[in-house]
């Protein structure tokens, strides 16, 4: 008796403790959500602090922006770190001749280099927004980047983003 009493404690104990991960990812998303509002009400603050306000406000409404971004900033990173095998992807075959060069906003890409087989479909997978009529988001060694698909141009770029 004395034997399935401990067997059913330590079960209480072990069944919670391998619960906690599925758990952290749900409320990692939803704090995600929540940081992200936080940020555009800051703004929102901050814009008016510089149309109404005084230095002081202004220079509240900027510290309150920054921790809003510093919180978002830790929550991707959380997301990022407890998602890891999502952001590991096979080796990256670029186009022939490729050389990889760290790209910046306003690049343009050959058109082999956003062909439909570097799409990222999935954005949502990995916490991108959607991207803007006309454009799509393209693997390019381990970055992104979200491309015009009409010139080429680099609009958004995250360097460094799958491992």
């Known amino acids: 008796?004395?034997?399935?009493?401990?067997?059913?404690?330590?079960?209480?104990?072990?069944?919670?403790?391998?619960?906690?991960?599925?758990?952290?990812?749900?409320?990692?998303h939803r704090e995600v959500r929540e940081s992200a509002r936080d940020v555009r009400h800051d703004e929102r603050n901050l814009r008016q602090a510089q149309r109404y306000g005084d230095r002081r406000d202004v220079r509240d409404?900027?510290?309150?922006?920054?921790?809003?971004?510093?919180?978002?900033?830790?929550?991707?990173?959380?997301?990022?770190q407890s998602h890891r095998n999502d952001f590991r992807r096979p080796a990256y075959q670029g186009p022939r001749g490729y050389?990889?060069?760290?790209?910046?906003?306003?690049?343009r890409f050959q058109p082999s280099y956003y062909g439909s087989r570097y799409w990222v479909n999935d954005y949502g997978r990995?916490?991108?927004?959607?991207?803007?009529?006309?454009?799509?988001?393209?693997?390019?060694?381990?970055?992104?980047a979200m491309v015009n698909m009409r010139n080429?141009?680099?609009?958004?770029?995250h360097n460094g983003f799958f491992w």
């Open 152 to 157: 080429g141009r680099v609009v958004n770029v």
């Open 126 to 144: 990995y916490r991108l927004p959607a991207p803007r009529a006309g454009h799509r988001w393209v693997r390019y060694g381990n970055d992104v």
């Open 1 to 28: 008796m004395r034997k399935i009493i401990m067997a059913a404690l330590a079960a209480s104990v072990i069944i919670p403790t391998m619960a906690v991960p599925t758990m952290a990812s749900a409320q990692s």
């Open 61 to 80: 409404a900027r510290r309150d922006l920054n921790d809003s971004r510093r919180e978002l900033r830790e929550d991707w990173r959380d997301y990022r």
């Open 99 to 107: 050389h990889y060069r760290p790209v910046a906003v306003g690049h």
